[in-house]
């Protein structure tokens, strides 16, 4: 099988950007027509017939791998690009167990969301539908070719791929591979797509095929989400990084309060989940326990005039640090006079991701639910929960840090939609 | 009490479009906060408030509605325009038990969707929550002000309003008494704002304040909706036009067949839940009645070969008749070989607002509800019940024809988000 079989038909040297995005959305609407009509075990046996397919096409998508990482250290790629590029036989073993686990998910589709006999007698009911067609623009992960494919299909939408220059053999074979296996068990190939063009006209072309496609989801960084929101007619599912706050009140318990900050900067640094400002209640007794964890263990601290006074290896902060992302083993830290302080600092900063409070106050936690406007709200708990998984959802296709549509983690029910059934008798309206 | 006086600040010669939409819209969001805090009861008394002051109002709102008419007839609207302008005592009164009503509809907010206890211990749920700052652009109803206000308010929202210019006096004394009404009972007067302007510059300016305005919902005909689609940055919850089926299956009972297609048509014909397009099933032996009902009460039918042969009253129809919404005494009629027949049409030529059958046949009725991909489908009903009030949601901003956020209907629940609370007794991730 070649990497590149499943491209049904070559970009023709001729066709636009938009002729082709016409083409490829026209074809990926028919097919899923046809995947809405297939039930849930059907998908799901189209699923594992994808994860085995991973499985045996192992030599090709290494081999296209290697290819890619080659360019990529050639074009100086970062180490971390590079090993966010990378696949062995141990991450291909779990982007197949990934996709074989997703469709094990129950099937949101046909769920009654509420139903309603009316005065006129008609029974009113709404169900979850697929969205349609969803186009995915990332980055140099190729695992998102399988876990975007996978999603999709099991809540039965269709799917635009367009991944990162970088990781175009590699998408390919996985996508030739995905495509093998849910031909044999009887999805239409146009159910998963990849562009066959790296132009990035192609992608303009998505970003404004309203009516053609139905949502666009961003996965990268903030650049690619801030372009793709910039140029998009298509409504976008946006998933933004996370500028998240733990406060820790007055009335915290204290080895509580060490133990939930030290985890929620520190246990990833990297991930959107991670704490990147920390609130100390000016009555909390253990702030220096807090900061000194953070601090022995590496983390740089920037902080306020009062947390500066805590311990002399805290660095001044600047007015940006409170509207920074780090991403790593830095955090800011401020020193705030009760729940007012603490509620009014994260709503002129945070990025309404999730915040988190630390109290042994009931009162004061339910306050903190109801007053944070942010997609996740924790009480005693660390940051680094805001995950899917972690939720409960089985996988997740990113946290959406916008309002509409869906808010926090992504998962299945967050790619449908509903219809309105309404069941009548003979009614007329007067 | 002067028409303009709740319009907090004049706009400043120099004051750009994009600084004033800037300085209203954190207006707005400030405002919000403190709607956010307010409890159901409080919501609703503020409404009832303002109903009250509509009332009172009904001097200057009518006096202000009679400077709008006759410049209206000075520049030559349409009788149909002039009449959707035109307040008087009846009309009014209307629009301040609308208000009324909306006060007394079950609060969304806090409600939760759904909660779940976890392996790690975490209690997580989901709770409605207002979007935020809603921006409504519409055209010659001044109903809308009050209206789309309420809706606003009653979910929690701040709103930005942007009417039409032919409406403007009419609009600011609408707006001047919500404002008495609800500042009398406590909320914030920026809490429903409307544009001192009515500067085009200043709908492109709403239309791209990303960040700051978290939803627009336009509502007007088709030529608004689509500008504002085409230049909104800001997710827009769009209100189409339909081009409603209903299909007469070769199992109808013929009575109920000629019933329904009557009202589905001649009940109301400029709304957007009239039906468009006739589809008649060759097997059906009724066809000969419904089309001569239609045609004797004067509608136009406009028919494929075999619908004219059925009566020499119907004209041909062209190809454009087919994707047509005529918002007439005027049908578009086919004649179809079957369910797949139908399907086929209808998903060629909906625009996926309402489509009914009319069977006796539960698992073609099924079979249609479940393949039918309209936000609303209907069995042995008129599309005519495509209502807000008539599903049982007590009022609506809209019918949404996109497939995210809300579909179909939209009421109080289509205006809210939510936030996940997740509530820990000391989790750290491992």
Redesign the interface.
Known sequence: MSATASIAAPLASSETPEAMIARLGRAGRLAQ?TL??LDAPAKAAALHAAAAALRRAEPEILAANARDVAAGQANGLTAALLDRLRLDAGRLAGIAAAVDQVADLPDPVGAVIDA?A?P?G?A?SRVR?P??LIGIVYESRPNVTADAAALCLRSGNAVLLRGGSEAVHSNRAIHAALVEGIVAAGVPAEAVQLLPTQDRAAVGAMLTA?GLI??IVPRGGKSLVARV??DA?V?VLAHLDGINHTYIHAAA?PE?AV??A???KL?RTGICGSMETLLLDAAFPGSLSVVARLLDDGCELRGDARAQALDPRIRPATAEDWDTEYLDAILSVAVVDGLDAALAHI?AHSSAHTD?IVTADPAV?ERF?D?V??????????T??ADGG???LGAEIGIAT????A???VALEGLT?????????????S
Chains 1, 2 share one sequence.
């Open positions: 027509r809405a009509g309603n009316l006129s008609l009113v539908v969205i349609g309203a139905d949502m929101q910039a007619r409504p318990d509580m133990a939930i030290h985890n929620a246990r709503a988190a936690a639910l007053e406007d942010s997609a996740i709200v924790m009480v005693n708990a660390s680094q929960f972690e939720f409960g916008g309002r509409l549509h808010r926090g983690p939609t509903y219809k309105w059934l309404v069941r009548g008798t003979g009614q007329v309206r």
